[in-house]
């Protein structure tokens, strides 16, 4: 096999996959401070592997913008060649995200365009200010429209080819979760239904499959309804316009995508306000300790496909329900 040798720091080493076997050999050995790999390509420099050791000497952070701006960024494409030749995941990780807050400031990229496969010019710069946001909070989105799973996957693989990142698709995507950009899966009903006594209807549900819980994870759900019950009640006058003695409510329900077999059930995330007409507008973010989200983990451990549902209740006779528009918002991190 064609190639020179090189020769790598222990330090730098240790964070390698593919210098593992060398480092055990050396444990054997004297444990030197380094190690010599061999049949290294022409298309990984050493102007790359230069900045490799000093991220790896300084033990570099995100934060640290004095070192990228005169080290890391003239040199970030050859030193993310060099850090995806050695498995270098670490390096990857903080390149990726360095490159990707690029996109938080450059005027002439536009997400839209990534995710559509139109890329930028190959020839655009890194300008400047790039680094003041580095010691900052992170979990601002680059994105300024919410994303479909299917579309941060296109945006991975056009920030990819744009030539704006130069490390794999895989580490774009560990980056996306630390960036906190979410993957957004919506669906709602805009259709006015009536449900009378003893109803436990589904009025609303969102798939996840198997692959999808795979691949993400569930983070946040939001739900929002306009509904109110008849209007008129023979109970207690006192209770009129508030929840109390109110028998529609709507419960929200996980089941199994294989047989309709309930797994968990929110009830009552809304109460319409007993013997008022007007239509109430409601909304949720289903507390993460409920039972639905752990459930949801199961699933994925499983791989096993669920729905989530808006179900719709009303309760003895002369109670009716009416809706008339519904949401459900799934937000996911990418695994």
């Not at 799973?149 to 991975?156: E, G, I, K, N, V």
């Not at 929002?224 to 009640?233: I, K, N, P, V, Y």
């Amino acid at each position: 096999m064609e190639g020179r040798s090189v020769t790598l720091s222990r330090r730098l080493a240790e964070t390698c996959s593919t210098c593992a076997p060398l480092l055990e050999l050396a444990e054997d050995a004297a444990k030197e401070d380094y190690v010599i790999v061999s049949c290294i390509p022409a298309r990984v420099c050493d102007r790359g592997i230069s900045v490799l050791e000093e991220w790896a000497a300084a033990n570099r952070k995100d934060n640290d913008a004095d070192w990228m701006r005169t080290s890391w960024l003239p040199a970030h494409k050859e030193a993310s060649i060099a850090a995806d030749f050695f498995g270098c995941t670490a390096f990857l990780e903080f390149s990726a995200l360095a490159s990707l807050l690029f996109l938080r400031h450059a005027s002439d990229v536009d997400i839209s365009d990534l995710v559509d496969g139109r890329c930028p010019a190959q020839s655009t710069q890194f300008p400047d200010n790039i680094f003041d946001d580095l010691d900052h909070d992170l979990t601002a989105t680059p994105s300024r429209t919410r994303l479909t799973p299917d579309q941060m996957s296109r945006l991975a693989i056009g920030i990819d080819k744009s030539g704006l990142v130069y490390v794999p698709v895989p580490e774009i995507i560990k980056v996306f979760r630390r960036l906190n950009l979410r993957a957004t899966c919506s669906t709602e009903r805009d259709e006015q239904a009536v449900y009378h006594a003893n109803a436990d209807q589904v009025y609303l549900e969102f798939e996840l499959s198997a692959d999808l819980l795979k691949a993400y994870k569930v983070v946040a759900l939001e739900f929002a309804a306009e509904a109110h019950d008849q209007g008129w009640s023979s109970n207690n006058p006192d209770h009129f316009g508030t929840e109390t003695g109110s028998f529609t409510w709507s419960d929200i329900a996980l089941v199994s995508a294989a047989n309709g077999a309930e797994i968990a059930r929110s009830t009552r995330w809304y109460t319409n306000l007993h013997a008022v007409s007007r239509w109430q507008t409601r909304k949720l973010m289903l507390p993460q300790q409920s039972l639905i989200f752990e459930r949801l983990q199961e699933a994925a451990q499983i791989q096993s496909g669920a729905r989530i549902q808006i179900r719709v209740c009303a309760m003895f006779p002369g109670w009716r329900h009416y809706i008339r528009y519904a949401r459900i918002d799934v937000h996911m991190l990418p695994l």
